[in-house]
């Protein structure tokens, strides 16, 4: 079965640096999605990608992430100047064009800033 | 937007155990999926289920979509069963998925 993949499953970085979360979604699939987890709470939105433009995002999602689809497999998030705050669990997810689909999960990235 | 209620948010089991899991909606979805989150952190999709019942193996799950709400079931449990179980929805549009709290399963042997 096709699988959202995402890399690296772990990231260690310092305060203050960019870093680069790498995603390929599903190959046919044409949304999609970052989530995020703070250790020990729920999953939340942060931002959705259609027709190579941001369709939706959350408070969350302010001026130091950002999200690309350089080619035709990658998504990938970009935090510029990393906080404390933003040590979480990420996950990827990407969804079929086509109505009643559910939305296939990466198995995470792992962010901790030092 | 959305408001998402888990219930309970802790249950403790012994082995063998049937459980019951329960997700409220503040308004009407029409995605809406279980997930089970292992050890390891991974999301597991266990049902995509917007309205109807559906089963796998030991897992079914019934969503009531008129009255808001779905139910996971999970019968004769064992100890690879704990973990913390989530429900999420999403509504028309790009539909972002808006997850609940969360309830953990603890499975005793």
């Known amino acids: 079965e096709p699988e959202v993949t995402q890399t690296p499953s772990h990231q260690v970085t310092q305060m203050g640096q960019e870093v680069i979360l790498r995603c390929v979604p599903i190959s046919n699939h044409l949304y999609f999605y970052w989530y995020r987890q703070i250790l020990g709470q729920k999953v939340e939105f942060l931002v959705s990608f259609y027709n190579n433009e941001i369709s939706e995002k959350s408070e969350i999602f302010d001026d130091q992430f950002s999200v690309e689809r350089p080619d035709g497999s990658n998504f990938t998030l970009k935090i510029r100047s990393t906080k404390l705050e933003d040590s979480a669990m990420y996950f990827c997810?990407?969804?079929?064009?086509?109505?009643?689909?559910?939305?296939?999960f990466g198995d995470g990235t792992r962010l901790s800033i030092l | 937007g959305i408001q998402v209620e888990q219930s309970p948010p802790d249950l403790i089991l012994q082995e063998g155990a049937n459980s019951t899991l329960r997700c409220n909606f503040s308004?009407?979805?029409?995605?809406l999926q279980w997930f089970h989150q292992n050890p390891w952190g991974q999301l597991i999709n266990l049902f995509y289920?917007?309205?109807g019942t559906k089963q796998n193996g030991r897992l079914s799950a019934t969503t009531v979509a008129t009255e808001r709400y779905s139910l996971l079931y999970i019968s004769s449990s064992q100890t690879t069963d704990s973990g913390v179980y989530f429900c999420?929805?999403?509504?028309?549009?790009?539909?972002?998925?808006?997850f609940g709290q969360g309830t953990r399963l603890t499975i005793n042997p």
């Open positions: 308004d009407s979805v029409n995605n």
């Open positions: 999420a929805g999403g509504v028309q549009g790009a539909q972002k998925l808006v």
């Open positions: 997810a990407s969804r079929g064009d086509w109505g009643g689909q559910p939305q296939h």
């Open positions: 289920i917007p309205s």
